[in-house]
């Protein structure tokens, strides 16, 4: 049973950073895909970026040049640094690991910016 364990959430203030971690229980180097995706109060679900395993990263337009995912294979952990956070990337912050035909979820983590 594959757990993905979030964590590094919390209340920042527009132009903050945070880091988001996102904790496998078994290799990440097992899955096709890693990332991160977003849902704020009254919207969908929405894609903020992943990584392949071959390393190649893609971002929503709305976060690019703001966060960067990564991943660390030895602590089988993926992370989402953002940076000049803004009010508009409020929202709870899935993980998200893929094998052929499944999807995994973490439970999530809030993200709150504001003054």
């Known amino acids: 049973q594959v757990q993905l364990v979030e964590s590094g959430g919390g209340l920042v203030q527009p132009g903050g950073s945070l880091r988001l971690s996102c904790a496998a229980s078994?290799?990440?180097?097992?899955?096709?895909?890693m990332g991160w995706y977003r849902q704020a109060p009254g919207n969908e679900r929405e894609l903020v970026a992943t990584?392949?395993?071959?390393?190649?990263?893609n971002y929503a337009d709305s976060v690019k040049g703001r966060f960067t995912i990564s991943r660390d294979n030895a602590k089988n952990t993926v992370y989402l640094h953002m940076n000049r956070l803004k009010p508009e990337d409020t929202a709870v912050y899935y993980c998200?690991?893929?094998?052929?035909?499944?999807?995994?979820w973490g439970r999530g983590t809030q993200v709150t910016v504001s003054s």
């Open positions: 078994g290799s990440i180097l097992s899955f096709n895909a």
């Open positions: 998200n690991a893929l094998r052929p035909g499944v999807h995994y």
């Open positions: 990584i392949i395993s071959g390393g190649s990263t």
